[in-house]
């Protein structure tokens, strides 16, 4: 009766044990990804850290999965040095969190260097970004208007 009783106590507890308790808010993940990601360019760290294995990728040209985002990025970061990215935004709704971002080349055509609009859009549970989707705009070299894209 004891052993029936330990054994059922263990099974109880054992799905708390095994959970992930995540502290930080889903827009505290994204905001600490992004940052080793874009800014530090750390690929497979933030990676390995932020991103879930069976990561979820909507961009029709990437691959999905944890690992096809890490070589796809790696080669990006390492063929791209004056890439640079500053992020303007981070807005959140429960588990989904949106990022809006400047990117741009120090140098290279004056395209690249104008750079692009950014919004990344991630689904987070857990510590772990699940899912991502993305918009990309260029910045053009003239407006119709004086408000700017940031």
Not at 52 to 76: C, M, V, W
Request: hydrophobic share 40%; charged share 25%; with cysteine.
């Amino acid at each position: 009766m004891r052993r029936a009783l330990l054994v059922a106590i263990a099974l109880l507890a054992a799905p708390a044990a095994n959970a992930e308790t995540c502290k930080l808010t889903p827009k505290e993940v994204v905001t600490r990804f992004l940052h080793e990601f874009y800014i530090e360019k750390k690929v497979r760290s933030s990676f390995e850290k932020w991103v879930d294995p069976g990561y979820i990728q909507h961009n029709p040209y990437a691959q999905t999965g944890r690992e096809a985002a890490i070589q796809f990025l790696s080669k990006f970061v390492e063929d791209n040095p004056g890439q640079k990215t500053d992020i303007r935004h981070i807005i959140a709704d429960g588990n989904m969190v949106a990022a809006h971002s400047h990117g741009w080349q120090e140098s290279g055509t004056p395209e690249q260097r104008r750079g692009f609009a950014v919004v990344d859009m991630f689904r987070v549970e857990g510590c772990k970004v699940m899912e991502h989707w993305d918009v990309i705009q260029p910045v053009p070299e003239a407006a119709a208007n004086t408000n700017t894209m940031f």
